[in-house]
């Protein structure tokens, strides 16, 4: 089979080189070339692979990088199940990374030069911050001039959150607010971090802070073992230490030390800092420091929005068609950071009963750790947004976390609490914790184990499961610590795993679910009444829960 090359192509393109065999590419809309999109489709019926492993992250700064994340992955996947022989699927959209974070991908020049221009942007960096926001080009400038100047006033730092407001915005009415929340029927709807809205200078000197933790976090992990806090029997209506009523039975193990002492402190966090805080009033070097971490923060919010998104009206029917067209293919989705969030909702927009995906691994996702409750701690009604996943796939959910990603465990707290949020007796860690820190929280369908043990027994008749997977995602500097450290062959192997492409692990579920459910041999629905009107699947409204708005309401330019 010929192609053009992944690398300089756009969507649909196929190649045998070592990493994605083909692409698709979405815009930030979902909304992906047709012509493209079925090219690639008819060259997967004529290979007619027995696996699809679709694989989904956040590395978009050019074609070179987010190509070698993909090689590098299908590399150790294909060196675990070397007789397999799963064919990759790539998935582009408009999302970037800042390369001063550790990646073992990214090119040490790369890194280096980032790193040398902090608290600016690199010229890199900001050509990639540029391509991420098209219809934003004037205030992506107006901030990188901003960061390269640093002027030591106040009004200066207030355009700079000006212009961070302009970059992010969207109209409340507009569909695609909703995809900001991982929460289902909130009694409130709330879309807008706080981070947008509160008084900048205060928000940067917040950040600055955080960037010193998350350095002195690092040297901390380095110097001790980790520790956990094991699952537990609730006692009858006993506050647990985390201050949310007696659901240990469904949380997941927790850090035992959080990287912040702000993280486990009660009471109102309606601003980041303070009205009138004069802290840092003369600091200014450390605010700018700071700046760039809110500027970090902010690109990140419209990431996890963009990602659902194209999850939901991107990903999702494409899935549909690949389904139909692949009747006897296995569908296995892997995301990591942002891209964990993409690929989860697209899985949320399968029909309920649906047998397209065959798997979902979750590496380090950036998403809420109740995306998957089945009722918010928090809320008097609601669950999560991912809440009965379980039941429009027909193989496992994999969330991976770990206690040394700085990323989720530090920065995702401060960043994603919303406008007017009181964490009451609970701390930030608790209510705006990440799934890729800690695992799925408060979801009863959920079980936890760590990598070694699921490795060595496989995953027997459990369908949902938090690994923790500390043992090797550990390698990494301030400010997002190990939340890239995911490629690495013991995760390949768990994906593996989950896949069904190792002989344990497909005969435990065979035993569970019968072989014909695991193994792909019946037709799937691949989206069956979600038609358009033109033979291509919809995103499903959810049952019982909000629908996620008509197509056309939600692809206004972001």
């Known amino acids: 089979m010929t192609g053009r090359a992944h690398e300089a192509s756009g969507s649909g393109s196929w190649t045998s080189g070592g990493g ?60 675990e199940v070397p007789g397999a022989a799963p064919t990759f699927v790539g998935v582009r959209w408009p999302v970037m990374r800042f390369p001063d974070e550790s990646a073992p991908h990214v090119p040490e ?39 390269a100047r640093r002027p030591a006033a106040h009004p200066a730092l207030d355009d700079f959150g000006s212009e961070l407001r302009r970059m992010a915005e969207l109209p409340l009415t507009d569909a695609r607010a909703e995809f900001a929340t991982d929460a289902e029927g909130d009694a409130l709807p709330q879309h807008d971090p706080v981070i947008l809205f509160d008084d900048t ?35 009858g209506g006993q506050v647990s230490h985390h201050g949310t009523l007696a659901e240990s039975a469904v949380l997941g193990p927790r850090a035992a030390d959080p990287p912040s002492p702000r993280l486990q402190e009660p ?110 701690p928090h809320q008097m009604r609601g669950s999560g947004v991912l809440a009965d996943c379980e039941h429009r796939m027909s193989g496992p959910i994999v969330c991976c976390y770990s206690h040394y990603d700085l990323e989720l465990a530090l920065m995702h707290p401060l960043a994603t609490r919303m406008v007017g949020d009181s964490a009451s007796i609970v701390g930030l860690d608790r209510k705006w914790g990440a799934l890729g820190h800690d695992g799925a929280q408060a979801a009863a369908s959920f079980t936890a184990t760590t990598l070694d043990e699921v490795l060595r027994h496989g ?32 995760l390949a192997r768990l994906v593996a795993l ?30 069956e009444g979600q038609g358009d009107g033109e033979g291509h699947p919809r995103p499903a409204a959810r049952s019982g829960g909000r629908t996620n708005g008509s197509s056309s309401d939600a692809r206004g330019g972001e």
């Open 201 to 235: 200078a205060a928000v940067c000197g917040e950040f600055a802070t955080a960037l010193d933790e998350a350095h002195e976090a690092v040297e901390a992990d380095r110097r001790r073992p980790e520790r956990t806090e094991e699952q537990e029997e609730p006692a």
């Open 459 to 490: 995953m027997g008749d459990r369908r949902c499961l938090n690994v923790d997977v500390s043992a090797v995602v550990r390698e990494g500097d301030a400010p997002a610590g190990a939340h890239h450290d995911v490629l690495r062959p013991e």
């Open 20 to 79: 994605a065999h083909g692409i698709w590419e979405f815009d930030a809309r979902g909304e992906i070339d047709a012509g493209e999109r079925d090219r690639l489709i008819a060259a997967l019926r004529e290979e007619d692979p027995r696996d699809v492993v679709v694989l989904a992250h956040d590395w978009h700064n050019d074609r070179a990088l987010a190509a070698r994340f993909d090689e590098l992955f299908a590399q150790l996947l294909r060196a």
């Open 267 to 376: 009471g109102p966090t309606q601003t980041a800092g303070g009205f009138g805080s004069d802290r840092y009033e003369t600091d200014y070097a450390d605010l700018w420091r700071g700046a760039h971490e809110l500027l970090r923060q902010v690109a990140g919010h419209t990431f996890r929005r963009r990602a659902g998104v194209v999850g939901a009206y991107g990903l999702a029917p494409v899935l549909g068609l690949l389904a139909q067209a692949l009747p006897q293919a296995r569908i296995h989705l892997v995301g990591h950071g942002f891209g964990a969030r993409l690929v989860a909702f697209a899985v949320r927009c399968q029909p309920e009963g649906s047998r397209t995906v065959s798997s979902l691994v979750l590496l380090q996702g950036a998403l809420s750790h109740f995306a998957f409750a089945d009722h918010m």
């Open 498 to 527: 989950s896949a069904g492409l190792l002989g344990e692990v497909r005969s435990g579920v065979e035993e569970r679910n019968g072989v014909e459910e695991w193994n792909g041999g019946e037709e799937r629905d691949g989206g």
């Open 109 to 147: 020049e790369t890194r280096r030069s980032a790193r040398a221009a902090l608290p600016a942007l690199d010229e890199a960096t900001a050509r990639a911050l540029a391509a991420a926001y098209p219809e934003s080009t004037e205030a992506v400038e107006r901030l990188c001039d901003l960061l």
